[in-house]
């Protein structure tokens, strides 16, 4: 079975200042690794994914990702964070040797605070 | 594009009433439809894969008879909850695979059932 694990309920961060937010997962087989954000009442937003090839990911705004397979992590990370970027941040696993299941498994979530 | 809606985004029905949700990819063909249920403050759990013209394929513990998924077709897929209660209340979130080797899911923005 497929799991995902964001260890912070909440991370703090002044805006400006660099950003990370931790995820690690477990498969069985490759892993295809993805990050959403979510703003309030709404449904999630596509931010990058980790499919192969390089380990660091670049996605939408200004944000990027690195895969760590001896870690078995993928960080979420930006540079220099904005108030706009607080919102609520979901790692994603989908196993690649899934039988053509499609199916992602979601971290708990973490909710990003950017204060200004 | 890629663009997944849903409707309503808003309901309030009363308790033991049936209420339709309906999720359509605009601009593509969704091979494979998945629901979710996401609670206050917590991650989403999957309630059911959706093919088309096929029955869905529901997770443990979710109960066919009153979650009806109907996926008619390539861009619709609905979800009724059948005689609902007030711990129906959630929020419902569907999400769309083109199943062209995209591997991300594309989400709907959800809709905020309420249960009186």
């Known amino acids: 079975a497929q799991s995902v694990a964001q260890p912070e309920d909440q991370v703090n961060v002044a805006e400006g200042n660099p950003l990370t937010v931790k995820c690690t997962y477990s498969?069985?087989?490759?892993?295809?690794l993805f990050w959403y954000v979510q703003y309030p009442n709404r449904g999630l937003q596509f931010l990058l994914k980790?499919?192969?090839?390089?380990?660091l990911v670049k996605g939408s705004y200004g944000f990027e990702a690195e895969f760590n397979k001896s870690q078995t992590s993928f960080h979420l990370k930006k540079p220099s964070a904005l108030v706009s970027d607080s919102a609520l941040y979901f790692c994603?696993?989908?196993?690649?040797?899934?039988?053509?299941?499609?199916?992602?498994?979601f971290g708990k979530g973490t909710k990003l605070s950017v204060i200004p | 594009g890629a663009v997944v809606s849903q409707h309503p985004s808003r309901v309030i029905c009363k308790s033991g009433t049936s209420v339709k949700i309906e999720c359509r990819s605009l601009d593509f063909q969704a091979t494979t439809m998945f629901w979710y249920r996401q609670f206050p403050k917590k991650s989403l759990m999957l309630m059911a894969t959706?093919?088309?013209?096929?029955?869905?394929?529901?997770e443990q513990g979710v109960e066919k008879d009153k979650f009806l998924i109907n996926h008619a077709s390539l861009t619709l897929s609905t979800l009724t909850v059948t005689s609902a209660h007030p711990e129906d209340s959630s929020f419902y979130i569907c999400?769309?695979?083109?199943?062209?080797?995209?591997?991300?899911?594309?989400f709907g923005p959800g809709t905020r059932l309420t249960v009186t």
């Open positions: 959706s093919n088309e013209g096929s029955k869905a394929t529901y």
């Open positions: 980790y499919i192969t090839g390089d380990n």
């Open positions: 999400s769309a695979d083109s199943g062209k080797g995209a591997y991300e899911q594309y």
């Open positions: 498969v069985s087989g490759n892993p295809y």
């Open positions: 994603a696993v989908r196993d690649e040797s899934g039988a053509g299941s499609y199916q992602l498994t």
